[in-house]
């Protein structure tokens, strides 16, 4: 099986844990979904039993041919996996009609600068992870965060932190904490995240003086 780390395995979300995710933002027969970077497309194939039409989108060639012959075997014909680099602009324009995505990759704001430009308003991006700073998720459970076109953009770093969490007056050391104890790759995650905050801060007092 092709595995690339810093791609993330491509069966990491489970059939229960997947079904979840649509509930919370309550899809049906209407919506059309759509897995970004969607490794072997088993995702898309849950999807198109709930959804009216199920997208996937998989640069990486291996990934690619194994969706397409999971979604052959399957014999769902509301399926469709598109080999191409999601974070493209021309990409995503082909997406326009889906009003549901799931992404596992960790992406910043320029991917959700594009996303927003070229989605319609009141599309959902479903994020595993914590939004990038300073989008404000709509409302998340667990680590399942969900936005929505236009983004809400937090005012400061404590509100963007308020807005992980369901409870009040969560501290920078309260979510680095729950990085530490739920994910092996703490180190990492707790440097990307302090890059991501200190990055835009510094963008934000620039353009400010």
């Known amino acids: 099986m092709e595995y690339e780390s810093w791609r993330g395995d491509p069966e990491v979300t489970k059939k229960a844990e997947f079904i979840g995710i649509l509930k919370l933002v309550n899809a049906n027969s209407k919506d059309i979904f759509c897995d970004l970077g969607c490794g072997h497309g088993r995702l898309c194939i849950w999807a198109s039993r709930i959804v009216k039409f199920s997208f996937g989108v998989e640069d990486r060639r291996k990934r690619h041919l194994v969706a397409l012959k999971?979604?052959?075997?399957?014999?769902?014909?509301?399926?469709?996996?598109?080999?191409?680099?999601?974070?493209?602009?021309?990409?995503?324009?082909?997406?326009?009609?889906?009003?549901?995505?799931?992404?596992?990759?960790?992406?910043?704001?320029?991917?959700?600068?594009?996303?927003?430009e070229t989605m319609r308003r009141g599309t959902y991006i479903i994020s595993p992870y914590l939004p990038s700073y300073p989008i404000k998720p709509e409302f998340h459970k667990g680590w399942m965060y969900v936005m929505k076109t236009p983004f809400t953009l937090a005012k400061n770093k404590k509100e963007w932190i308020n807005s992980l969490s369901d409870k009040k007056n969560v501290s920078m050391k309260d979510i680095q904490r729950k990085i530490y104890r739920e994910f092996s790759d703490y180190k990492q995650r707790l440097k990307d995240l302090d890059d991501n905050i200190s990055g835009t801060e510094w963008l934000i007092e620039k353009r400010q003086r």
Not at 72 to 90: A, H
């Open 70 to 116: 999971n979604v052959k075997k399957s014999g769902r014909k509301n399926v469709k996996i598109l080999r191409e680099d999601y974070t493209d602009v021309k990409t995503l324009s082909k997406l326009k009609q889906c009003n549901i995505f799931y992404c596992t990759n960790e992406e910043g704001w320029a991917f959700y600068k594009k996303f927003e």
